[in-house]
């Protein structure tokens, strides 16, 4: 379908920069090969390649969901994208599942939970600060996702929902949670947690009665980048290490 205003676009360089944009906010892109001419985009189709007034080369594309995540506004601490695609995996979560999540931050774990569970299903994310809710709502409402709730209260205080298929912590104290989370997950509902330490690993599995929890697991994702070239292939010198564990359990 040819790009018309409005539409966001992703425009990708002769060396794979990226420049994200809506069509019709302005008339151009300066970059550093040269000046885009915006408005020639719009009633081209997907893989149009725009030229610079220095004749260098730009894709023309539609802007994927990690596209999206890598280009909005984010805190320090946004879950990894290696490590959310983890929670699918692991839980099976599709269209229709139920999720409740804790520790929104800028939305980023929540934006790609929503879009996971999407059309049928619901995201209900708990925050108790204002200025990390009303980022989280900024960036959900600039994807367009609808099919979520920001619930302005303390998860450690309690969860209102019940037969939820998975509930999702990015917490300083996930240990604190598990018993809501038994309570508000479905029989065979997930848990999942992330942490950044093990101590915390320690004290949310001290937490799980193993009567109430079967599956219990812990895994770390690492993933590792190469450079592919003529005169050789290696790995890159710079890599993304340790990000934090990811902890399973499923409700008996």
């Given amino acids: 379908m040819p790009f018309k205003k409005g539409d966001r676009v992703l425009l990708v360089d002769e060396k794979g920069k990226k420049f994200m944009l809506d069509l019709g906010e302005r008339e151009t892109l300066h970059t550093h090969h040269g000046i885009v001419d915006l408005t020639e985009i719009e009633g081209k189709e997907p893989g149009f390649v725009a030229v610079t007034h220095m004749n260098r080369e730009f894709s023309v594309l539609e802007p994927t969901l990690v596209d999206y995540l890598q280009k909005m506004k984010k805190l320090p601490q946004t879950i990894q994208l290696k490590d959310a695609c983890q929670i ?44 990390f809710a009303n980022l989280a709502q900024k960036n959900l409402d600039g994807y367009g996702v609808t099919n979520y709730t920001i619930r302005r209260q303390d998860i450690y205080d309690g969860i209102e929902e019940h ?59 690492i993933t590792r980048e190469y450079e592919v070239k003529r005169t050789g292939t290696r790995p890159k010198t710079l890599m993304l290490g340790h990000t934090g564990y990811l902890s399973f359990a499923r409700k008996k």
Avoid: M
Wanted: charged content about 20%; overall charge negative.
């Fill in 163 to 221: 037969d939820i298929d998975l509930v999702a912590l990015d917490l300083p104290e996930p240990h604190r949670v598990t018993a809501h989370a038994h309570e508000a997950l479905k029989h065979g509902g997930h848990l999942f947690s992330f942490s950044p330490t093990i101590e915390q690993v320690t004290r949310l599995y001290d937490s799980l009665d193993r009567d109430l929890w079967v599956e219990v697991t812990t895994i770390e994702c």
């Fill in 88 to 131: 699918i995996a692991h839980t099976g979560l599709s269209n229709g599942k139920r999720v409740v999540e804790a520790g929104v931050g800028s939305g980023a774990l929540t934006l790609f939970l929503a879009t996971a569970v999407a059309p049928d299903g619901h995201v209900t994310s708990y925050e108790i600060r204002d200025d």
